[in-house]
């Protein structure tokens, strides 16, 4: 039984899930920092400074506080900056998926359309010979 498991996880596509399981977290992290860290202060500085991830509504009239941390401890709270902040990262996950898959059948489409190698001339008289015995035995 071990030796089928080895055998399975193994296998080339199990390896490579794995293999991009792992950076498709590591990307995750790059995207989250990068909208994090930068698009959204930059939406931040262009709106005078708002941080999005702290905007929320409070539910009920005992949400008195001022950030989200200590909102949720009060009570129920509708955080919507932090939705609007997860969005936009998925969005530009999404993008950026998009441009890597098409950049990628762009290159395939361009690997289909190359010419076939012109045979040597050496191949080219087997060829010819290949014909003439096919003919001859008709």
């Known amino acids: 039984m071990l030796k ?3 055998e399975f996880a193994m296998k080339g596509n199990v390896v490579d899930l794995a293999v991009g399981i792992i950076i498709g977290a590591a990307f995750g992290a790059i995207v989250s920092s990068l909208v994090g860290d930068i698009i959204m202060p930059l939406i931040g500085a262009i709106t ?11 539910l009920s009239s005992a949400v008195t506080a001022t950030n989200l941390a200590d909102a949720k401890k009060q009570g129920a709270v509708l955080a919507w900056g932090n939705f609007l902040t997860l969005t936009l990262n998925f969005l530009i996950v999404a993008f950026v998926l998009f441009v890597v898959i098409r950049f990628m059948n762009r290159l395939k489409r361009n690997d289909a359309e190359k010419p076939a190698p012109k045979p040597n ?3 080219e ?9 096919k003919t001859m035995r008709r």
């Open 4 to 6: 089928e498991f080895r």
């Open 48 to 58: 005078g400074g708002l941080d999005f991830s702290n905007y929320f509504t409070g």
């Open 121 to 123: 001339p050496e191949q």
């Open 125 to 133: 008289l087997l060829t010819e010979i290949r014909d003439i015995l």
